[in-house]
């Protein structure tokens, strides 16, 4: 089956500085890349939904400056948080689809940040 | 806009139980509804994906069953087992552009 990987899995960092996840489609080739949160307890939330080659798309109430996306190529995306804070520790999980719509969407194992 | 309900919030049962798991959405018109197992800290595992156009997808003790025109689907687990104690999710693709909407999960777990 198709498998999406993401790096780190965990990582902690202090308030103000910026982390970088990375989600990578390892056997197949990623068309559209979607970022979630999850706190604890909670549902997942889409924060983001990233095709390769171009800007990504955030939903309503989702910082594009505090959550920065890139989707380089088509195996790899990557979401930077910038100024962490405190509130941004969460889970943070990847999934990655080949469009059209409808298709499945396979999920990364996720990254628990941190901030303190 | 789409919101996804799960019933009930959690769930602990004694193992050999066999147990539903509902979940209701408010827009009809979906693409595909999935459910997904979470363990703590871990990310999702797909059990079911059903089609809008099907009713119902089976996998070993697990079966998905889809009421699309009265927004329902329920989890069907047989003969429950300690290692089925997990966080199960469904989710809807529904509007444009492959956005998943999930439910806040039902919290399940099985004691011997």
């Known amino acids: 089956g198709a498998v999406v990987s993401q790096h780190p899995s965990w990582v902690i960092c202090k308030s103000g500085t910026s982390v970088k996840i990375e989600c990578r489609s390892l056997?197949?080739?990623?068309?559209?890349m979607f970022w979630y949160r999850q706190f604890p307890k909670q549902s997942l939330m889409l924060m983001a939904t990233?095709?390769?080659?171009?800007?990504?798309?955030?939903e309503q109430g989702v910082e594009k400056d505090k959550f920065l996306i890139n989707h380089a190529s088509l195996t790899l995306s990557t979401l930077t948080v910038t100024s962490a804070h405190p509130e941004d520790s969460s889970f943070y999980i990847c999934s990655a689809i080949v469009w059209p719509v409808g298709s499945e969407q396979y999920f990364g194992p996720g990254t628990r940040l941190t901030v303190t | 806009k789409q919101e996804v309900t799960q019933i009930p919030a959690a769930l602990s049962v004694p193992e050999g139980e066999n147990l539903v798991l509902n979940c209701s959405f408010t827009?009809?018109?979906?693409?595909?509804l999935q459910w997904f197992r979470q363990d703590p800290g871990k990310g999702l595992t797909s059990l079911l994906l059903?089609?809008?156009?099907?009713r119902e997808q089976t996998s070993g003790r697990l079966n998905a069953s889809l009421d699309k025109s009265s927004g329902r689907s329920t989890l069907y687990i047989a003969a429950s087992q300690p290692g089925d104690s997990a966080t199960y999710l469904c989710a809807v693709l529904s509007g444009g552009y492959n956005k998943l909407i999930f439910g806040a999960g039902t919290r399940l777990a099985v004691h011997p």
């Open positions: 827009d009809s018109a979906i693409y595909n």
């Open positions: 059903i089609q809008s156009s099907q």
């Open positions: 056997d197949f080739q990623a068309t559209t």
């Open positions: 990233s095709n390769e080659g171009s800007k990504a798309t955030y």
